[in-house]
């Protein structure tokens, strides 16, 4: 992988923003805040879905769709630690996340930044690699969501 000057600022803004964390101050900021977090997991479902197509081999490969998803899904991942950087767990918002995201907090930003480099290496070489190592690497996509969901998501 290459590392750049921005990349690496960026892990460091998204490691911030998760380690800095503060509870919604009333019930009204704790709905908005699952509203804003919960869209940009809805942002990454709709990325991921043609991208998981693919790998089921529902949806004809594409390369440069598979390049536009994943460049997407990385830019969204990249908005997660800061999506739910409010704790909303002492207020009922509906919500499928488990109130671990706010306990586990390392855990949780590990799940991120593995999502943010597996999208970033498909976004990189959908359209130079052999369609065999896209898949491969399409793959610890769906893999790194699924870590999360397995961790972070009521079933």
Not at 140 to 147: D, L
Request: aromatic share 6%; proline share 2%; glycine share 6%.
């Amino acid at each position: 992988m290459k590392l750049t000057v921005t990349s690496l600022l960026l892990a460091g803004l998204v490691t911030s923003a998760t380690a800095f964390a503060k509870p919604a101050a009333n019930e009204k900021h704790a709905n908005w805040a699952t509203k804003v977090r919960q869209a940009n997991f809805t942002l990454l479902g709709h990325n991921m879905g043609p991208i998981g197509g693919m790998l089921k081999g529902k949806v004809e490969f594409d390369a440069q769709v598979v390049k536009d998803k994943a460049t997407r899904i990385n830019e969204l991942a990249k908005m997660i630690a800061d999506t739910s950087r409010v704790d909303t767990s002492k207020f009922k918002v509906k919500t499928e996340a488990l109130a671990n995201i706010w306990t586990d907090k390392a855990d949780y930003q590990q799940k991120i930044d593995a999502l943010v480099t597996a999208s970033e290496k498909v976004s990189q070489i959908a359209l130079t690699a052999p369609k065999k190592d896209v898949l491969k690497a399409m793959g610890k996509i769906g893999q790194s969501c699924g870590s999360c969901h397995d961790s972070y998501k009521k079933d």
